[in-house]
Every structure is written in structure tokens, then in C-alpha cells.
């Protein structure tokens, strides 16, 4: 890839495109599966799609949380799933599987690979969320106070509501769409009308919350002449990057998402309007943010599958809006279409992918 | 062949717990120092702002930044949300809203709860100021909490030398995450069966091979595994370790010997104490079976059941 420099986007040095998703049925609780268990069926629906085999991939790709599973190197027990001998070249990444499919995009980019097994899981429901996510913050000032995700996301919320940039009826109406929406998505957690709720951490009810629950997703990337054999009508990616804005919430306008914006600028977001926008934005006031940040108009489809409000398996939310947004490419139902993942407390770390199908 | 049946779902409490012991640089230092003197410091950028809570390199340009100020107890909130319902470790055991606060002379927010009447007494731009904790020994937990606070920003920054006797270092950090672990249906099948002393794997529909103890998938095929294979009980030593080190809250003796052990009938070997024997006369090829204790939910360890030693040939792949 040409270096960026100025910070404008830079074509991709081959072309490389989303060729299968699947994802679980999003649940509550899923005591009944390990977590290979859990992931192993969308592995094996991901591989029939495109007719391959384990051995006839070239690079795999997962993401997952030790802190979610309680346990050390959680993620060599899903390595099972994927048929991990005789060796592969595999690597993981302890991030949103956005992270990973973001690995093994570059590692085509390279040439080391043509093909990629990209996939993440997450099982929120034997821990607390709110409490696990507490640990990935700034241990000396922040994490000792132990602020839950949720509170650190009504902080932004209020200070959307404090500049006049949303008020809690426009907060309902996001959470009202999405789950609208989500009624046409068979694998959502939370699905059609519901009211508000209770205040979970003031400003934010219920309703703007995102469900807690367990799932996987996975995804199959080719390069080049490979793409043709796999699928009938592949999501080329155009374009992805990430971006990360300083740790400490002090010092940060909770208002915009600046990292959003400049991975979307260097992902080539803003050449052509999009018609497709999958954010994931798990608190409704986050979408508000990324709209502005991402420059979406009324005329773009946001969350067409629901979002993250409608299911929210942590680790693999964010490499579903990816997944989501190329399905819909696959189906004739968007030819243009940004995939955005988050990370971290209020927006913290962003990834833009931009997605398109050919006409 | 037959599918496994539903097994009795296993839980059982997890608790993953640990005091995470961290050294503080230069500024991190003056900075939780100060807090225990009740003096809050900042630190000046190359641009001239003050961070509060301050840091050792600059958020925007990356520079080290070691000039420090002292900076007001008092300031204003930029944003809050408020938490009816605190939970464990956080500063507050009664509702209380979380802040943001600029303190005056900062040009940054920190953040920690305000203790108010309710979310009616609380608003952005409101005055508030620093409670101090009775005992403080140098963390952000120094501040007990804020404040609501009459009053005018009378604060003029101050430079300061970060100086203090016997400066904090270091901080413990205790952390503590609970959860309610199952191990799914394949691992719970396994221990359910242990308890009625069988063991039990699962084969592969594919390659055939036998997974002791099984864990739902294949790792070479990839594939799940459902059918339930009784293997054992009895098994062959295909390698071995001895142990001199005695473990923690562990009551065995040292020297003992730690094996792995291709259990008959089974794809590849498990591990298990070998007892019954002395630890220098355990060999590749040993013929061992389970010892169970009353009311053991898993085998105790393995003893030789006196049959002549297996044939290498019988275990080579399974080493």
C-alpha cells in the first residue's frame, strides 16, 4: 500500500474482499456450549458458503477476552473448532474480532495469503460486563474507582445533551428504530418495540443500553481470482482503518469521535456517499456521536440489522456490523456500504471499513 | 451409536481475584503523593494547558512533560450521570452521580463520583469541591469524593517541585471479578460421568480418534464431536516427569512422579499422579489404573495394575 502521508486514502495494493459471514443466534445466556462449542457452527457455515476447507485457508484470525472467560489463553480452547493440526497459521488478537479481521486483511495485503478465517465470540453472560469492562481502563487513576460501562457511556450521553446535540426522546427513537429493525434480523437478542425502561445510569434507561448476552461470528476474506470461485457477489473492501484517541476521558471532547472520523477519512469513507452504514454504537447516544463524526445523512440505511442495541456479544459485535454490512453487498442490498467497530470506554478506539459490490 | 444424551449442566462460582502491584513514574508519583498531602499537582504541556489528573508524556504531541503545578481542590463539572444503584469497589455506597470535574487552574476533566441529595441537586457547571478521604495513602481513592461547593474560581496555578518526603512508588491495585462458570456440554458430560467413576471421550466423526477428556471438537478435523466412547479404565504410562518441588496447599508428598497416561481405548493421553510405587520404578510402558477416594469426583491418582509393561509400539503414536 502507497504510504498516506497527507491522510487521504490510499488504494490497496491488491484486492481483497468479504466473501462469507455468519454469526449465531444471539442469546442471554448459553450455559449449555463451551465456547468452541458455541463458535463451531458458524465456522462450518462460513466454510460451506464458500465450499473450503480448513486446510484451504491461509491465514486465521480470532478475537476474543481473556477477562470475559475468567480463564488464561481462553482462546487456544477455540482453536479447536478450527482444526488446528496440523499447524496453521493462525494469530489472535485479545480486541474485538474487527481488530482481527483488520490483521488478516493486511496479511493478504502482503501476499503472505489469499484466503482468511476471521472469527470472535464472546460469553458476557458468567461474569458481570459492566464490572470486566472496568479492567481495561487506566489503572492508576481510573479502574480503582471502578466506573462501569455503562456510567462512563452516560457521561458522553449527557454531554450530548448538555451541547443540544440529542435529548433523551431522540435517545428512545434510536433505540426504537434499531430494534425495529431487528425484528428482520432472525439472530438479535432484543427484537421490536419495548418501552424505554428505567434509568440504568442516568441519562441512559434501559432501552439505551445494549443487551447482555453471548455469541460468535465469523467471516472468510479472499484475495484477487480466489474472490470469483467463492462468491457470486463478493463485499470488496475498499478501504479499512483504525484510529485511537487518548485514554484518559478528561482530555477528550465526549461529544465528537475525531478517531472515527480520520479512520473513515484514510478507509476512503467520504470519496462517494455511502448507502449503508452498520455502527457499532452499543448506547444509543453513541450513535449520535458517529453520525456527526462520520458525516451520515438521513438518506444512509444505519443499522439496517439492528446494531449493537439489538445484540451486543461483546468481542464479536463489532466484526458483525462488518459482516453484516458485506451480507448485505452479498444480497443485492447495498452496493456501498461503511462497517465501523469501537473499542474502549465512550468510543475510545474506532475501525472504518468501506464495502462495495460491484453493479 | 447414540448421540449424547443432555447431561446435568455443571456450575460452579468462579472468582478471579489478584492485587496488581504497579510502580509509578515521576509524575504519577508527585501526583498520588500529593493527593495524600491534600495538595492536587498537574502538569503544564508544551502548549501551555494542565492536565489533571496529569500524565508523563503529552496526549497530543507525545513529549515529556515534567513541569509541574499545583492546582485548586475546588472546580466545576463538565458532565455527570447519575448512578442510582452503586456497585461493588466504587466510591460510594449510596446513589451518587459520577463527574467529570475540572478542577480550576486544569484544563482537563477528572473523574470520580459527587455525593448529592439526588440527580435534581446536580447539573454540568456546577461548583464542587474535593472531599478528602480520613486515611490516605497515596491512590485516587485519596479523594473520597466530591462535593457540592459555593463559591468563585479564586485559584492562581502555582508551579510546583513534585517534592514530598517519603514519596509513593507504588500502588496495589486489587482486582476482583466474579463469575458463575459452566463448562458446556462436552466437559460437563465428562466430569458428570468421572463422578460415577467412567471415563468418558467423545470420537471424532471424522478421523475416528478418541478425545479424553473430550471438549466438543476435533482440533485436526475441526469438527464437533457427539458420540460418547467408555474408555479405560485401565491405561499405559507412554510418559512421565518427577516432581520435587512441593506445590502450595498441595498435601503429596515429594518426590512424586506426573504422568501422562493413554488411557485404553482413547486417542490420546490425559495426566495423573502416579502412586503406588516408588516414584524412580515408574517406566514408559507401565500398565496403570485409576484409584477413586470415597466420595471423589475424579480419580486420585493411578497405580500399576501388575500386568507386564505395554509394548512401545502399542503407545508410540499416543506419546
Known amino acids: ?359 | 451409536m447414540t448421540a449424547a444424551p443432555s447431561p446435568d449442566l455443571l456450575r460452579a462460582p468462579l472468582v478471579v481475584e489478584f492485587p496488581f502491584t504497579r510502580s509509578l513514574g515521576p509524575v504519577q508519583s508527585a501526583f498520588l503523593t500529593g493527593l495524600r498531602e491534600r495538595t492536587v499537582l498537574g502538569v503544564r504541556t508544551g502548549a501551555g494547558s494542565v492536565l489533571v489528573p496529569p500524565v508523563e508524556y503529552d496526549p497530543v504531541t507525545a513529549a515529556e512533560i515534567r513541569e509541574l503545578v499545583e492546582v485548586a481542590s475546588t472546580g466545576t463539572v463538565t458532565t455527570w450521570a447519575w448512578n442510582p444503584s452503586p456497585r461493588r469497589g466504587q466510591p460510594l455506597d449510596r446513589p451518587f452521580a459520577w463527574v467529570l470535574v475540572q478542577l480550576d487552574g486544569a484544563d482537563t476533566g477528572l473523574l470520580h463520583a459527587l455525593d448529592a441529595p439526588g440527580p435534581d441537586a446536580v447539573h454540568s457547571g456546577m461548583r464542587v469541591r474535593i472531599r478528602w478521604a480520613g486515611q490516605r495513602t497515596g491512590a485516587i481513592t485519596d479523594i473520597a469524593c466530591f462535593e457540592p461547593h459555593e463559591g468563585g474560581e479564586d485559584h492562581e496555578v502555582t508551579p510546583h517541585s513534585g517534592e514530598f518526603e517519603d514519596l509513593v512508588t507504588g500502588i496495589v491495585a486489587p482486582a476482583r471479578l466474579d463469575y458463575t462458570y459452566s463448562p458446556g456440554r462436552a466437559q460437563s458430560a465428562y466430569i458428570n460421568s468421572l463422578s460415577a467413576r467412567k471415563t468418558v471421550g467423545e470420537r471424532c466423526p471424522s478421523c475416528r480418534k478418541v478425545y479424553v477428556p473430550p471438549r466438543g471438537a476435533c482440533p485436526t478435523c475441526g469438527l464437533a464431536t457427539q458420540e460418547r466412547v467408555e474408555v479405560g479404565p485401565a491405561g499405559t504410562v507412554t510418559t512421565y516427569c518427577i516432581v520435587n518441588i512441593k506445590a502450595r496447599n498441595l498435601d503429596i508428598e515429594v518426590p512424586y512422579v506426573y504422568a501422562h497416561i493413554a488411557l485404553d481405548g482413547a486417542g490420546l493421553a490425559l495426566h495423573g499422579r502416579i502412586g503406588g510405587i516408588p516414584y524412580d520404578q515408574v517406566r514408559m510402558g507401565l500398565r496403570v489404573e485409576p484409584v477413586w477416594t470415597d466420595g471423589g469426583r475424579y480419580p486420585d491418582h493411578y497405580r500399576p495394575t501388575g500386568e507386564p509393561d505395554a509394548d512401545y509400539e502399542t503407545y508410540k503414536e499416543l506419546i
Not at chain 1, 456450549?33 to 463458535?39: D, F, G, K, R, Y
Not at chain 1, 479447536?80 to 495485503?109: F, Q, R
Request: proline share 6%.
Open chain 1, 1 to 359: 500500500m502507497a504510504p498516506t502521508g497527507s491522510g487521504g486514502p490510499a488504494r490497496p495494493a491488491r484486492d481483497v474482499a468479504i466473501v462469507a459471514f455468519a454469526q449465531t443466534d444471539h442469546l442471554r445466556r448459553t450455559d449449555e456450549l463451551s465456547e468452541v462449542e458455541m463458535l463451531m457452527p458458524v465456522l462450518h457455515r462460513v466454510l460451506d458458503a464458500t465450499g473450503l476447507k480448513t486446510s484451504d485457508i491461509g491465514f486465521t484470525c480470532s478475537g476474543s477476552s481473556d477477562y470475559l472467560a475468567g480463564r488464561a489463553f481462553s482462546f487456544t480452547m477455540a482453536l479447536d473448532g478450527v482444526g488446528a493440526w496440523p499447524p496453521i497459521s493462525e494469530s489472535h488478537v485479545e480486541m474485538d474480532g474487527a481488530w482481527a479481521l483488520y490483521e488478516a486483511w493486511v496479511k493478504i495485503l502482503t501476499g503472505e495469503a489469499d484466503t482468511a478465517l476471521v472469527y470472535s465470540y464472546g460469553k458476557s453472560s458468567p461474569g458481570e460486563v459492566r464490572d470486566v469492562l472496568t479492567r481495561q481502563l487506566d489503572p492508576y487513576y481510573v479502574a480503582p474507582l471502578w466506573p462501569d460501562s455503562v456510567a462512563l457511556a452516560a457521561l458522553q450521553a449527557q454531554a450530548l445533551i448538555d451541547a443540544g446535540e440529542a435529548d433523551e426522546a431522540a435517545l428512545a427513537s434510536i433505540a426504537d428504530r434499531s430494534r425495529a429493525s431487528a425484528t428482520a434480523n432472525p439472530h438479535a437478542q432484543v427484537r421490536g418495540s419495548r418501552p424505554p425502561g428505567d434509568y440504568v445510569v442516568r441519562p441512559l434507561r434501559t432501552g439505551d443500553c445494549p443487551p447482555v448476552g453471548d455469541g460468535a461470528a465469523a467471516v472468510i476474506l479472499a484475495a484477487g481470482d480466489r474472490v470469483r470461485e467463492l462468491c457470486a457477489r463478493p463485499a470488496w473492501i475498499r478501504g479499512m482503518d483504525h484510529r485511537i484517541e487518548a485514554h484518559s476521558l478528561g482530555v477528550r471532547d465526549l461529544t465528537d469521535s475525531p478517531s472515527s472520523r480520520l479512520a473513515a477519512t484514510h478507509a476512503g469513507a467520504f470519496e462517494r456517499p455511502v448507502d449503508t452504514a452498520e455502527l457499532h454504537a452499543p448506547f444509543t447516544s453513541q450513535e449520535v456521536v458517529l453520525r456527526k463524526a462520520l458525516k451520515l445523512g438521513d438518506g444512509v440505511a444505519v443499522n439496517p440489522s439492528g446494531g449493537a442495541l439489538a445484540a451486543n456479544p461483546v468481542m464479536a459485535a463489532g466484526l458483525i456490523r462488518l459482516g453484516e454490512a458485506a451480507a448485505r453487498i452479498h444480497r443485492g442490498e447495498s452496493d456501498r456500504a461503511l462497517a465501523h467497530a469501537t473499542s474502549g470506554p465512550c468510543l475510545q478506539q474506532n475501525l472504518v471499513a468501506v464495502l462495495e459490490g460491484e453493479s
